[in-house]
């Protein structure tokens, strides 16, 4: 980067790269936003609105002040920041990009880099720490804590690392042959390390919830392991929990993939010689409503998380006095009751704790009807 300083600042070295990979050939629309972008824009809103609250509601939760929480809290957070640079990515491109200079172009696409590593490694680093517990089942807090910290520490050492590399000089601004398509200052070598890394990463968090659920599963159908009730219930909560992690990864690699195809692409064909890679921006937004799905995944699949968030969003209306959610709608539970020398009846309380006495339609049944 010393040797060619003076290249990081000079805008005729962007329109060169960019004309010799034929992104501004005739027919190239670059007049401004597309209407597209304006839909990839408010989705970037709406991903700042809903980490920004699932955040919150790990921060203000007391039940959530735990290492797996802290963990779905950091990759809450890359995704609200891979969100960010995706907007800073849409407003500064289009013919915005020919006004940068080589180095704020490196910091816009950096950014996104960085963000999507550190979401990739943060899904790493969950797998990581309940695979340990799983083989430790009592572990020291402390130990699990200290842990969590190295794994949030390392993941986003690594992230900014390999996000910064095209910056530090590997980039293509000395050869032209070896650039990018899609990223045009960008090495083709750089961009096929980094698919590597990503797929050698989704590897690992495939192969270490492979063995979590083997082990689980050989233990719930084990007839001799009878777990006690504590016991049973961490487990329920793990098994929901990690649940949640299992689908936002499985969401992760669905909306990635067609992004990693295409940089696989983009390494192995010549200059002007795939027109698919023009098209790089429609692979993009897919991999960005990852961010904007996974916030929905943790509302809809953990309890816990879905009523904090409630909670947050509508304290007054959805709280009793004593801070308990309410319990909206009819529960109607069957249970057997002792017949009175009358016969049966059966009971309807409602939640003012009022207790109204109807004509038995079964003896033994009661029929509780909370609102």
Known sequence: MGASNSSYQSNEVLLLHYN????LDPGRDRDGLKPQDFVFLFICILIVVENTIVLMAIWKNKKFHMPMYYLLGNLTLSDLLAGFTYMLNIILSGPNTLSL?????????????????????????????????????????RAKCK???????????????LGTLPIMGWNCLNDLKSCSTVLPLYAKSYIFFCVFVFMAVLLAIVALYARIFHFVKSNTQNPSYVPRKPYGLRSRKYMALLKTVTIVVGVFILCWMPLFVLLLLDFMCPAKACPVLYKADYFLGMAMINSFINPIIYTMTSRDIRRAILKLLCKRCLTTKDGQLRNIGIKISFTKTDANHHGGETTVSSGNATTINIKPIYPKLKLSVIA
Do not use: C, D, Q
Request: aromatic share 16%.
């Open 20 to 23: 010799y990979t034929g992104k």
């Open 101 to 141: 200079t080589p180095l704020l172009w490196f910091i816009r696409e950096g950014g996104v880099f960085l963000t999507l590593v550190a979401s990739i490694i943060s899904l790493l680093a969950i797998a990581i720490e309940r695979y340990f517990t799983m083989l430790n089942t009592k572990p020291h807090y």
């Open 147 to 161: 842990r969590m910290w190295a794994l949030i520490a390392v993941s986003w050492a690594l992230s900014v690392l």
